[in-house]
């Protein structure tokens, strides 16, 4: 690389560090990416499942489509690269375009970036030097998003999420299905006690079990959080009333059903709809008022939160689902 090229490549490697979130640097990235000559689109991606089964993968785009019959145009081509690679850097021809697939494997999801377009020597050589940073920064953002004990995504990286769908929903309003976003807080009923009864590593073990029940009930294209302590927080993409209702009822029935360490537990578990003129903190308000009035009706319910105008009082209304 000429000097310029140098210089260019150390002054994103440094911008790439500045960023303190995996949204936000891989946003950074992709915008970058896009204004160098001879790049016609790049993309990122999420792959979730096993990719030697291509029907039981799921790829989720950045920047964010949450529609539920979107399918990336690109979708095909990227499972067939990603199944060749081992991580890093890889090239190929289809569709009368050049593509490069940068991997990075370290994490779950795994992460991957696909650019077309014809790149030169030079060009590629900058690319291989940028992969290096994004790919160690992404290891360690990812490590600092998740919480520790369960593996789930954490308070912060809610927050960032939360605000892509706030973004996304803002430019896509519902369509005719009326399919919409819904933000659940769920929380494991009388938890202290465990902890008191059983001591901090049986409750340990029950919030492990816990997050693996909710990654087995709830969908690829929904978002798993831990909030903190014993509150958990679900963003739940493409349902109606209907089906967010059904969704968490069922996760409720699951919960109940399973044998815990410590034996038979309960959630509560309150939601709202995502809307996209109502800041995140007034919707988790919402959603946390709803939570509050399951417990106070006996805990171990499902309560929808009836939304009002983001600057009035939220009223909260209990789900009939029993």
Same mark, same amino acid.
Do not use: C
């Given at each position: 690389?000429?000097?310029?090229?140098?210089?260019?490549? =150390?002054?994103?490697?440094?911008?790439?560090?500045?960023?303190?979130?995996?949204?936000?640097?891989?946003?950074?990235?992709?915008?970058?990416?896009?204004?160098?000559?001879?790049?016609?689109?790049?993309?990122?991606?999420?792959?979730?499942?096993? $990719?030697?089964?291509?029907?039981?993968?799921?790829?989720?785009?950045?920047?964010?489509?949450?529609?539920?019959?979107?399918?990336?145009?690109?979708?095909?081509?990227?499972?067939?690269?990603?199944?060749?690679?081992?991580?890093?850097?890889?090239?190929?021809?289809?569709?009368?375009?050049?593509?490069?697939?940068?991997?990075?494997? #370290?994490?779950?999801?795994?992460?991957?970036?696909?650019?077309?377009?014809?790149?030169?020597?030079?060009?590629?050589?900058?690319?291989?030097?940028?992969?290096?940073?994004?790919?160690?920064?992404?290891?360690?953002?990812?490590?600092?998003?998740?919480?520790?004990? &369960?593996?789930?995504?954490?308070?912060?990286?809610?927050?960032?999420?939360?605000?892509?769908?706030?973004?996304?929903?803002?430019?896509?309003?519902?369509?005719?299905?009326?399919?919409?976003?819904?933000?659940?807080? $769920?929380?494991?009923?009388?938890?202290?006690?465990?902890?008191?009864?059983?001591?901090?590593?049986?409750?340990?073990?029950?919030?492990?079990?816990? *997050?693996?029940?909710?990654?087995?009930?709830?969908?690829?294209?929904?978002?798993?959080?831990?909030?903190?302590?014993?509150?958990?927080?679900?963003?739940?993409?493409?349902?109606?009333?209907?089906?967010?209702?059904?969704?968490?009822?069922?996760?409720? #029935?699951?919960?109940? *059903?399973?044998?815990?360490?410590?034996?038979?537990?309960?959630?509560?578990?309150? =939601?709202?709809?995502?809307?996209? &003129?109502?800041?995140? *903190?007034?919707?988790?308000?919402?959603?946390?008022?709803?939570?509050?009035?399951?417990?106070?009706?006996?805990?171990?319910?499902?309560?929808?939160?009836?939304?009002?105008?983001? &600057?009035?009082?939220?009223?909260?209304?209990?789900?009939?689902?029993?």
């Amino acid at each position: 690389m000429s000097n310029p090229e140098v210089k260019r490549a =150390f002054d994103l490697a440094a911008s790439l560090l500045l960023h303190h979130s995996y949204q936000l640097m891989t946003h950074y990235l992709l915008s970058y990416l896009a204004e160098r000559d001879g790049i016609k689109n790049v993309a990122s991606y999420e792959v979730f499942g096993d $990719l030697t089964r291509a029907e039981n993968v799921m790829i989720r785009r950045f920047p964010l489509s949450l529609q539920e019959n979107f399918k990336d145009e690109n979708s095909e081509l990227l499972i067939e690269m990603l199944k060749k690679s081992y991580g890093g850097i890889s090239q190929t021809q289809k569709q009368g375009s050049n593509w490069i697939l940068l991997e990075v494997d #370290k994490v779950h999801p795994r992460r991957a970036i696909l650019i077309e377009g014809e790149i030169s020597d030079d060009d590629m050589d900058f690319i291989g030097g940028m992969y290096r940073v994004y790919a160690n920064q992404v290891a360690l953002l990812d490590s600092k998003e998740r919480d520790v004990l &369960t593996g789930l995504p954490n308070r912060q990286t809610l927050m960032a999420t939360l605000d892509d769908v706030l973004i996304f929903h803002k430019e896509n309003p519902p369509g005719e299905d009326n399919k919409r976003s819904w933000l659940a807080v $769920l929380d494991i009923d009388h938890f202290k006690k465990i902890n008191d009864q059983f001591g901090h590593l049986f409750g340990d073990e029950v919030l492990i079990h816990f *997050a693996t029940l909710m990654e087995k009930n709830f969908r690829y294209s929904d978002f798993l959080f831990r909030f903190g302590g014993e509150e958990f927080v679900v963003i739940l993409n493409n349902s109606d009333d209907e089906g967010i209702a059904y969704a968490l009822e069922k996760f409720r #029935k699951a919960v109940e *059903a399973f044998e815990f360490p410590s034996g038979q537990l309960t959630v509560s578990i309150g =939601f709202t709809e995502i809307i996209s &003129t109502i800041p995140p *903190a007034l919707l988790l308000e919402s959603a946390d008022k709803a939570l509050y009035q399951s417990k106070e009706q006996g805990r171990n319910r499902v309560t929808s939160s009836v939304r009002v105008e983001a &600057t009035t009082e939220i009223k909260s209304g209990e789900v009939d689902l029993f």
